[in-house]
């Protein structure tokens, strides 16, 4: 009896293709993973600052995967550990949000500052955003540089 009430209920209310949620993106694929790739991407970047983070903007390796990698760095002088995990939530949101942004063939390494905890989530997103435009017009930089040294 049960099974004929729910047969007929989703036979009676038909589901929308547009109701169904979008596939999620994830930045798992997308990570720096291991220590000497973050020490090459300090020591081949350039450090640059924001009002909430310092980021760091590296060209990739030769013979690396084009894609673009990121790095969280939150350490202890930032709170317990319960702060820098929801300082880390919040960055990985925010910075997932905008993946389409992600200059391709680097490596960005983002260092919070404390303020982030507290900060409206729509400003550190509009932050994030402010910093891929200017990471996408210095990694164009950076590959016509490559090029006109290269000939």
């Known amino acids: 009896m049960r099974d004929l009430i729910s047969t007929n209920l989703s036979s009676a209310i038909p589901m929308k293709a547009s109701l169904q949620p979008a596939p999620r993106q994830s930045l798992s ?9 973050y020490l090459r991407a300090y020591e081949a970047g350039r450090k640059r600052h924001s009002a909430s983070m310092n980021w760091v903007l590296a060209p990739q390796p030769e013979g690396a995967i084009a894609g673009t990698r990121v790095g969280l ?23 997932r949000r905008h993946i389409e942004m992600f200059p ?36 164009a930089r950076m590959a016509v540089a490559a090029r006109r040294n290269a000939k």
Do not use: W, Y
């Open 73 to 95: 760095t939150v350490g202890k002088v930032l709170g317990k550990a319960h702060e820098r995990n929801r300082i880390k939530r919040r960055m990985r949101e925010a910075l």
């Open 104 to 139: 391709p063939g680097c490596d960005m390494i983002f260092h919070p500052r404390r303020s982030v905890i507290s900060l409206d989530f729509a400003k550190l997103e509009t932050e994030i955003v402010r910093i891929l435009e200017q990471a996408n017009a210095d990694a």
């Open 29 to 37: 694929g997308m990570r720096l993973r291991k220590h000497r790739d």
